[in-house]
């Protein structure tokens, strides 16, 4: 059945989305769990137009369902990174929704098979964390980097979910390891190639943020020297918070790498 709209009606229509299109405009991958949610709803609390892009609907409605009533917009979408034509749906979806695009956190990622020895490792388990690690991030970023060079007015920001593991590895993290420094280039590469079109481009390296990827740390995880300790973590509370400073930063300032991790975890000294 169709619903007539009264002229007050339609225009308070037309007002809603002026409004939902003048908000800042942010993507974020891995948004159904762990820190890409918390960052979403981050973001979402402080006015932000979310997307949340993820394998999975049912976690990123519940996702939807944190942010605050009234107040900006959570955009669910179903997009596998690892997938070109599923990233380009994605940011079709988000050019037709919103017209720009200001934020990409580019979040997505797997540690893959925990503690197997390299020699044991499985090339499908090595090209599954590759190909959501490093080759997702590259066409999320990608496609940021093209909607953000044409846009008007011009510019952005994309944020790379790195890890301590991009500086310093875990046993048995060969895959992990090898995609975070990876990202690393990706990161540094996108920053320099970004810089005449004002797409700002850095990268969080988190450790120890309390979520369901590190809910074994607290009871033991194994160190460099062989033996298995207990880890202390950090409310991922605090990640959310500090994307969100490198987030609303002017484009004329940019915060190029950030370490953000649980003070008293063995990286400092790891080995």
Same mark, same amino acid.
């Given at each position: 059945m169709n619903t007539v709209r009264t002229a007050d009606e339609e225009q308070a229509g037309k007002g809603q989305v002026?409004?939902?299109?003048a908000r800042r405009v942010a993507v974020v991958t891995g948004a159904g769990s762990g820190i890409g949610r918390?960052?979403?709803?981050?973001?979402?609390?402080?006015?932000? +137009?979310?997307?949340?892009?993820?394998? #999975?609907?049912?976690?990123?409605?519940? /996702? !939807?369902?944190?942010?605050?009533?009234? &107040?900006?917009?959570a955009f669910?979408?179903?997009?596998?990174?690892?997938?070109?034509?599923?990233v380009a749906a994605l940011f079709d979806a988000v050019r037709g929704r919103f017209g720009r695009l200001d934020l990409l956190f580019n979040n997505a990622g797997t540690f893959g098979p925990g503690g197997v020895p390299v020699e044991?490792?499985?090339?499908?388990?090595?090209?599954?964390?590759?190909?959501?690690?490093?080759n997702g991030a590259f066409l999320c970023a990608q496609a940021a980097y093209r909607q953000m060079?044409?846009?008007?007015?011009?510019?952005?920001?994309?944020?790379?979910?790195? +890890?301590?593991?991009?500086?310093?590895? #875990?046993?048995?993290?060969?895959?992990? /390891? !090898?995609?975070?420094?990876?990202?690393? &280039?990706?990161?540094?590469?996108?920053?320099l190639d970004g810089r005449p079109y004002g797409i700002a481009v850095g990268?969080?390296?988190?450790?120890?943020?309390?979520?369901?990827?590190?809910?074994?740390?607290?009871?033991?995880?194994?160190?460099?020297?062989?033996?298995?300790?207990?880890?202390?973590?950090?409310?991922?509370?605090?990640?959310?918070?500090t994307v969100r400073h490198m987030a609303e930063l002017p484009l004329e300032a940019n915060v190029q790498f950030a370490t953000v991790m649980a003070t008293a975890m063995p990286y400092v000294g790891r080995g």
């Open positions: 002026g409004e939902e299109k918390a960052v979403a709803v981050e973001l979402l609390a402080a006015g932000w +137009s979310v997307t949340l892009a993820g394998r #999975r609907v049912e976690t990123l409605e519940e /996702t !939807a369902a944190q942010a605050p009533a009234g &107040g900006a917009t669910p979408v179903r997009a596998d990174v690892s997938r070109p034509d599923d044991e490792l499985p090339y499908e388990a090595w090209r599954h964390v590759v190909d959501t690690n490093l060079k044409e846009q008007s007015p011009q510019g952005g920001r994309i944020i790379n979910n790195g +890890s301590i593991s991009a500086h310093t590895p #875990r046993p048995h993290s060969v895959a992990y /390891t !090898a995609t975070k420094h990876a990202l690393t &280039g990706l990161t540094k590469s996108l920053s990268q969080i390296d988190i450790g120890n943020a309390a979520t369901d990827m590190t809910a074994g740390m607290q009871s033991g995880a194994l160190q460099a020297n062989g033996e298995t300790a207990p880890e202390p973590v950090m409310d991922v509370a605090d990640v959310a918070r």
